[in-house]
């Protein structure tokens, strides 16, 4: 047993399948959340009639129907570019999974400079929308994409330089490295080890957050696909499995986001008072359960706030999250150099 | 002069009704929900809703003037003069229009109830009925005698202000 998983292509093929059943279930089941949730914070009862209890199925129901759709190319697309932008867009999705770490030795590839890696690969998605946008021969398509690109430059950097800060604190890129540097037990002597980053870097996960938020394109940073101004902007003409694929894509990115919230600000896999051997079984479910909680927040903001207007986004950006978020490096680094 | 407030006091107010409602819904759905399972469950919808359009086939004199109104033109009339034996011998022959179809396409009616407003002898009526899908959009066209069904369940007229 231990030989056969020693193996690299045996063990490949076995991350590759759980990642790849891991993206549509995470999606699926966020996607349901969110269904669910938004009834109830407007007393609705939701979907309840699919799949008998609960209405569990809806979202099976959904892709199928999709499924069933007329693969519609618009006569003046750049064909190749259109039916490629769905499929850009997943595969920063999916590459992120890699240096997610879930427990110890749980991780696809333990990188080096993890972090760097996911929040670079993060912004292929971006590319994928600008593409999409600028294929689909529409002007809703286009100011989409272009508002697209304009948030998520903004966007960007917020992200990046908040992160910086954990870093610093850390003193690795290595995803799981940040865990364990965050990793601390009760002993006879009082707290030994790190805290969860979220302690003293509130501010870096608080402008993490909303960068995030803006980096997923959801409410109340919606401005791209805004269904009141642009129809559905970027996603306008797609129709079908590549309507699904960008779906499926934001769910499923709603999930890689705050996974990567929670390894980097709530300690990821590790929890107090679970012993360290336990890690590796018990990890899986600490994440999904932080990861549980944050993909809560973002839904809970979703359905209370209103859409930012284009400017108030900018300025947002640029005059409070970039200014803070340097603020924050520089004080983490005295910090670092001072105790 | 406003009084100043702690920042983000309104995203965080909003943020508590929200939850708090969410929970609401969950805890007590019973007095909280403002939907229902809808085949499983249905609702009563308030006595002079606006449902269907419902027929009294006695009092339509084929005037035609729902059809001429109609904005979609989705009403089809048809009549027929019949003669009636005078009331006393040597008296008029009476003339009476009567209806051999009045169907409505539901697929077209755009519920905007103009032919109830224009009616001059309140044959038309709003029923609060909303069951009257079909699979097939040929089958909305509902004849004469469905539309004197759903007479049943149109409220009594309100009593007349003084």
Known sequence: MTDLLSNFWVLLVLKVLVVATLI????????????????????????????????????IADGVKFFQKEDLVP?????????????????????????????PDLVVQNLDVGIFYALA?????????????????????????LRAAGQLI???????????????????????GIVEAQAGWL????????????????????????????????IPFDMPIAESELVMGYVTEYSGFRFLFFFLAEFANMFSMSAIAATLFLGGYWAPFVPADMLNWAGPAILAAKVGALVFLMIWFRWTFPRFREDQLQSLAWKWLIPLSLLNIVLTGIFKVAF | ?????????????????????MLQTIFKPKEHLRT???????????????GVIALDQEACTVCMLCARNCPDWCIYIEGHKEEKAPDKPGGRV?????????????????????????????????????????????????????????????????????
């Open chain 1, 24 to 59: 549509p279930l995470a999606g699926m089941v966020i996607g349901f959340a969110e269904m669910k949730l938004s009834a109830k914070m407007q007393n609705r009862v939701g979907p309840y009639f699919a799949g008998g209890r609960w209405g569990w199925a809806q979202l």
């Open chain 1, 187 to 218: 002993s006879e002597t009082g707290w030994q080890g790190g805290l969860p980053f979220v302690i003293p870097q509130l501010l870096g996960f608080v402008i993490f957050m909303i960068a995030a938020l803006a980096e997923l394109s959801r």
């Open chain 2, 94 to 162: 009476k003339v009476r229009a009567t209806l051999d179809r009045f169907d409505i396409d539901y697929a077209l009616c755009m519920y905007c109830g103009i032919c109830v407003e224009v009616c001059p002898f309140d044959a038309l009526f709003w029923s609060p009925e909303y069951e009257f899908s079909e699979y097939d959009m040929g089958k909305m066209m509902h004849d004469k005698e469905r539309l004197q069904d759903w007479l049943g369940t149109v409220a009594a007229a309100p009593e007349l202000e003084k």
């Open chain 1, 121 to 145: 690969i993060s912004s292929i998605s971006t590319i994928g929308v600008l593409v999409a946008g600028w294929s689909s021969a529409n002007k809703y398509s286009l100011m989409g994409g």
């Open chain 1, 154 to 176: 903004a966007y960007e950097l917020p992200l990046v330089l908040s992160v910086v800060g954990v870093v610093v604190m850390a003193g690795t890129m290595s995803l799981n």
């Open chain 1, 75 to 103: 006569a003046e697309a750049d064909r190749a570019v259109f039916k490629f932008a769905p499929m850009l867009v997943f595969i920063g999705t999916v590459a992120l999974f890699v240096v997610l770490p879930a427990g």
């Open chain 2, 36 to 50: 229902v399972n809808y085949p499983k469950v249905k609702e009563e919808p308030v006595p002079r809703a606006r």
């Open chain 2, 1 to 21: 002069m406003t009084t100043p407030v702690f920042p983000g006091k309104g995203l965080l107010t909003g943020m508590k009704v929200t939850f708090v409602t």
